[in-house]
C-alpha cells in the first residue's frame, strides 16, 4: 500500500521560514517526479514546484520562486520543501505528490500526478 506522510506544518510568523517533508513507503520513487502543491478552502489546488527524479531540474511557481526550494532525497524515499521569508498568503494546506509515469517532465497540473499525501497545514500570521 503506498502511503505519502507529509510533515513539518505549523504556524509561523511573516518572514519566517519552515521546512516540509514527505516520507514515500509502499514502493520505490525514485524514479518519480515529485511536487508539492496547496490548497486553501474552497480553492482550486496550486501547484507549487516540482523536481526530477535525479533532482537535477526544478520547477517552480511564480509566487514563491526565489523563497522557496524543493530537494529530494531518493535513498530516504522523501522529498522536502524550505519555505524560507513566508508571507500570509503562503497560508494553504501544503500536498506532497508523485508522478510515477516516468516521464520527468515538471508537469504542474494536479490530474498528472498518481499519488497524493493527505497534507499539512501552513499558517502564516503577519
Known amino acids: 500500500q503506498v502511503q505519502m506522510v507529509e510533515s513539518g506544518g505549523g504556524l509561523v510568523q511573516a518572514g519566517g521560514s519552515l521546512r516540509l517533508s514527505c516520507a514515500a513507503s509502499?514502493?520505490?520513487?525514485?524514479?518519480?517526479?515529485m511536487a508539492w502543491f496547496r490548497q486553501a478552502p474552497g480553492k482550486e489546488r496550486e501547484f507549487v514546484a516540482a523536481?526530477?527524479?535525479?533532482?537535477?531540474?526544478?520547477r517552480y511557481a511564480d509566487s514563491v520562486k526565489g523563497r522557496f526550494t524543493i530537494s529530494r532525497d531518493n535513498a530516504k524515499n522523501t522529498v522536502y520543501l524550505q519555505m524560507n521569508n513566508l508571507k500570509p498568503e503562503d497560508t494553504d494546506v501544503y500536498y506532497c505528490a508523485a508522478d510515477v509515469t516516468g516521464i520527468n517532465v515538471l508537469r504542474s497540473r494536479p490530474v498528472a500526478y498518481d499519488y497524493w499525501g493527505q497534507g499539512t497545514q501552513v499558517t502564516v500570521s503577519s
Open positions: 509502499g514502493r520505490t520513487f525514485s524514479s518519480a517526479t
Open positions: 523536481i526530477t527524479w535525479s533532482g537535477g531540474s526544478t
